[in-house]
């Protein structure tokens, strides 16, 4: 089955396309056939952060270079009407302005499905995506399927080597991005329970805001991630403490918004000089580490997880991956854990055709008519 996979919940905008065989567990395996990527982030580091409203706009610029990227060139035309796709992407005018033109010099790929991201998200960055799928719907006649994005980390992360990874049920996710900060359990593929998430900001939220008190670039993360690394190597003493916020609560919640505030705090004093700020991103980096290590294996213990998986933008952080790892070992907790590679832990459309294909197998195709962007969508 060949699934076309679409991503624009936040500012990545992304298209895959994919042939994957076998069922979940059983004789799985795909083959990426094209992938178009395209990250916003230089654009919103302007700004210092995401703003839903240039998301949009640069989507609707990029999803048809990016559909380029992932569909190898078919020569011909697909036949559609042209009034009924202008009605359809009324909102959508630059990108229908680009849609057209593309379809009369392409025919209709050979695909069986199309997978795009309705939710959580940013909710006018969505809409662009799931506007685009329905056209593409339309004008090629294949299903849809809705995609939950946290699901699609969560389904890449299964993956090794383009195979579903050897694992078990049940398993605990803990999804980390700009956006979401959360603990999911599963007990079967497509269910979920969600046991813990943030009260306030996301770990990668709480990441952009630091760095922006510290005045680094917008995405946060690698930014502090370079400049604790540094604090690391040179071994330079412990200078100032951080809270660990709600590390000693009876919760699977999350809350990040104090350790912003306590950050500002200090920097209200006056601009911290280099050194400094390297020793601010490791107090910081480590605090974020601490709870989220100390939440996400009492998790593992209580639910009795054989795989944790780990996915979102922040992911891709070694310290903390490092020390996932290392907390695993140190209880001697035979469950295996999973994180995908860090160039795939930031969002990108192969995790959507992906997620989407197994829930094609199912035939859960939804009627285009009633398919809408789903903005604070909750995977559990
Ligand atoms: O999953 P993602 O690409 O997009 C959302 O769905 O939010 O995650 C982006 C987030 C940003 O907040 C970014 O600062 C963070 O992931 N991030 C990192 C690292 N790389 C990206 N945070 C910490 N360390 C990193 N190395
Ligand atoms: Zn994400």
Redesign the pocket.
């Given at each position: 089955m060949k699934v076309l996979g679409i991503e624009t919940?936040?500012d990545?905008t992304a298209v895959c396309l994919i042939e994957a065989q076998g069922d979940f567990g059983r004789e799985f395996g795909f083959t990426v056939l094209g992938n178009g990527l395209f990250s916003q982030a230089a654009l919103h580091a302007q700004y210092g952060g995401v703003f839903p409203n240039i998301a949009k706009r640069e989507h609707a610029k990029n999803l048809v270079p990016m559909l380029r990227q992932a569909i190898p060139d078919i020569a011909g035309k697909t036949t559609f009407d042209e009034e009924t796709l202008r009605t359809m992407l009324a909102r959508e005018p630059e990108l229908c302005e680009l849609l057209i033109p593309y379809l009369h010099t392409h025919a209709r790929p050979n695909i069986d499905c199309i997978a795009v991201t309705h939710g959580p998200g940013l909710e006018p960055a969505l809409w662009v995506g799931v506007n685009f799928a329905k056209a593409l719907g339309m004008v090629w006649n294949v299903p849809i399927v809705a995609t939950n994005?946290m699901e699609g980390h969560v389904v890449l992360s299964l993956m090794q080597n383009d195979r579903l990874s050897a694992f078990e049920f049940p398993l605990l996710a803990l999804l980390i991005?700009?956006?979401h900060t959360e603990l999911v359990v599963s007990r079967r593929f497509g269910e979920y329970e969600l046991v813990g998430q943030t009260r306030d900001d996301a770990a990668?939220?709480a990441?952009?805001k630091v760095a922006r008190l510290l005045g680094l670039p917008y995405?946060?993360?690698?930014e502090?991630?370079r400049l604790a690394r540094r604090a690391r190597d040179t071994g330079m003493p412990r200078a100032l403490e951080l809270p660990r916020p709600m590390l000693h609560e009876d919760t699977f919640d999350f809350s990040f918004s104090g350790l912003k505030t306590a950050v500002r705090r200090i920097v209200e004093h006056g601009p911290l000089d280099e050194q400094q700020k390297m020793s601010m991103a490791r107090e910081f980096e480590d605090a974020v580490a601490d709870v989220l290590v100390a939440k996400t294996l009492r998790a593992v213990d209580q639910f009795g997880v054989n795989t944790l998986v780990v996915g979102?933008?922040?992911s891709?952080?070694l310290h903390i991956r490092d020390r996932l790892k290392a907390a695993l070992e140190e209880e001697g907790n035979p469950a295996k854990l999973l994180i995908p590679p860090p160039e795939l832990a930031?969002?990108n459309a192969l995790m959507i055709s992906l997620a989407g294909y197994f829930h094609a197998l199912q035939k859960e195709f939804v009627d285009p008519a009633e398919l809408a962007a789903h903005g604070n969508l909750k995977l559990a």
């Open positions: 919940s936040c990545e994005h991005s700009g956006g990668g939220e990441f952009d995405p946060g993360g690698p502090i991630s979102g933008g922040v891709a952080n930031t969002d």
